[in-house]
């Protein structure tokens, strides 16, 4: 049982290019939850999924960033334009029911901004 | 508003030794409190969960304990190893919310 996949590992974009990173979940999880997390600092919470669906997004950018999860295929995080301050690390986990707490993280995908 | 804060923000220590993170938290009503360890570079992996009715659960040199009265846990790390060092975080999670993350303890083992 693949554990969470998320690829890029690393992504480097101009200011201005698009980013997307992707993340499958483990099998049979259906709720998906992205993170970002800047060097030295905790892991912020940005939107959580699930199939098809965004449960919250309390915690994303209201300009430039989106996130989905379709019925079929990974989640994906899009980011428009990047700009530096987006460099970062970016962590999915995925978990097998809602809000227990029980996440299983990807080893995540590292953005940088020229 | 749920808070989780976590004591001290970093931490060396000798291998060998023994050392304590703390975690308070104001999150209600909780479920579950989870310690992860994030190695450098790494994901998060899940270390153990304390549901409100435990006290203390142990996985190897790791020992969490909790007090759900004061709203405390604290991760025992014992004869602590050169690979324990990583960072800590505590996650606190309340049903129908999303689980609310500490910023982590840093901990570095010096050989």
């Known amino acids: 049982n693949a554990g969470v996949m998320q690829n890029p590992r690393h992504l480097v974009r101009r200011r201005g290019q698009e980013a997307r990173l992707r993340c499958s979940p483990m099998k049979g999880h259906s709720h998906v939850y992205w993170y970002r997390q800047l060097p030295e600092e905790g892991l912020k919470f940005m939107v959580y999924l699930q199939k098809e669906n965004i449960i919250d997004e309390s915690g994303m950018p209201k300009e430039r960033f989106s996130a989905e999860f379709p019925k079929e295929g990974p989640s994906i995080l899009r980011i428009q334009q990047v700009v530096r301050g987006d460099s970062a690390a970016y962590f999915c986990?995925?978990?097998?029911?809602?809000?227990?707490?029980?996440?299983?993280f990807g080893e995540g995908s590292r953005l940088t901004v020229l | 508003k749920n808070q989780v804060e976590q004591s001290p923000q970093s931490l060396i220590i000798l291998e060998g030794k023994n050392c304590t993170l703390q975690?308070?938290?104001?999150?209600?009503?909780?479920?579950?409190l989870r310690w992860y360890k994030q190695d450098t570079g790494r994901g998060p992996v899940s270390l153990t969960i304390m549901t409100f009715s435990e006290n203390t659960k142990s996985n190897g040199r790791y020992t969490a304990t909790l007090d759900a009265d004061t709203k405390q846990s604290s991760l025992h790390i014992t004869a602590s190893q050169l690979s324990d060092s990583a960072s800590y975080i505590c996650?606190?999670?309340?049903?129908?919310?999303?689980?609310?993350f500490g910023r982590g303890t840093s901990l570095i083992v010096h050989p």
């Open positions: 986990a995925s978990s097998p029911s809602a809000n227990t707490g029980e996440l299983f």
């Open positions: 975690c308070n938290y104001t999150v209600s009503p909780f479920s579950n």
């Open positions: 996650v606190v999670s309340v049903m129908g919310y999303i689980p609310t």
